[in-house]
């Protein structure tokens, strides 16, 4: 199967910081990328869909200002989580598809605690 | 808009027994269904999807699903469960948006416990 690597997987910060937090399809070019939030014992909560060269589409009710995608390369799309609070602590995961049709690829996750 | 459910919070099991995890959906035409996998602290895996064809898909680890149009079912099952089957289990709607795009919904989440 395709391979997705996400890193960190897991950063401390301190309120106020800013954490970037990259997502690499390793071998196979991804167009699309999603962003997923993940609070414990909960489900997937989709943040965004971000695309390769435009700006990404966020779900209503989360802050674009705040958690900055981008999607520079066909490989590669970061997320920024800007002047993180402790609430923002979460677990964080990046996926990929290859197609419309096909299943998606997920990174490891990263786990973002802010002191 | 297209939806799973998951009604189960939790799944018991003894090793060795068969092992069902329910999910029923709601879509509008046909639906992409997927079930995914997630060990402690760690992303999801892809398990099997249905798309068209046949009913009854098998996917990794042994695992298949039915898919059900009547009862608009898409059951995840395996004949003989592991102990190392315990993780969290979701399962997933295509939505295809009116603009081309797509996203995946997820259900909430189904805890497997299996028991030796």
């Known amino acids: 199967g395709a391979v997705v690597s996400q890193h960190p997987s897991r950063v401390i910060c301190k309120s106020g910081t800013s954490v970037k937090i990259e997502c690499r399809s390793l071998d196979f070019q991804a167009t699309t990328m999603f962003w997923y939030r993940q609070f414990p014992k909960q489900s997937l909560m989709l943040m965004a869909t971000s695309n390769e060269g435009s700006k990404a589409t966020y779900e209503q009710g989360v802050e674009k200002d705040k958690f900055l995608i981008n999607h520079a390369s066909l490989t590669l799309s970061t997320l920024t989580v800007t002047s993180a609070h402790p609430e923002d602590s979460s677990f964080y995961i990046c996926?990929?598809?290859?197609?419309?049709?096909?299943?998606?690829?997920f990174g490891e996750g990263s786990r973002l605690t802010v002191l | 808009a297209q939806s799973v459910a998951q009604p189960e919070d939790q799944v018991n099991v003894a090793e060795g027994n068969p092992l069902t995890v329910k999910c029923t959906y709601s879509v509008s035409g046909n639906p992409y269904l997927f079930w995914y996998v997630q060990y402690p602290n760690r992303g999801l895996q892809f398990l099997l999807k249905?798309?068209?064809?046949?009913?009854l898909v098998k996917g990794s680890y042994g695992f298949e699903a039915e898919f059900n149009k009547s009862q608009t079912s898409f059951h995840l099952k395996k004949p003989s469960a592991l102990v190392s089957d315990s993780a969290l289990y979701f399962c997933a709607v295509r939505d295809m948006l009116a603009a081309g795009g797509f996203k995946t919904i997820f259900g909430a989440g189904t805890r497997l416990f299996v028991k030796a």
């Open positions: 996926s990929a598809s290859r197609g419309r049709g096909g299943e998606l690829f």
């Open positions: 249905y798309i068209t064809g046949d009913n």
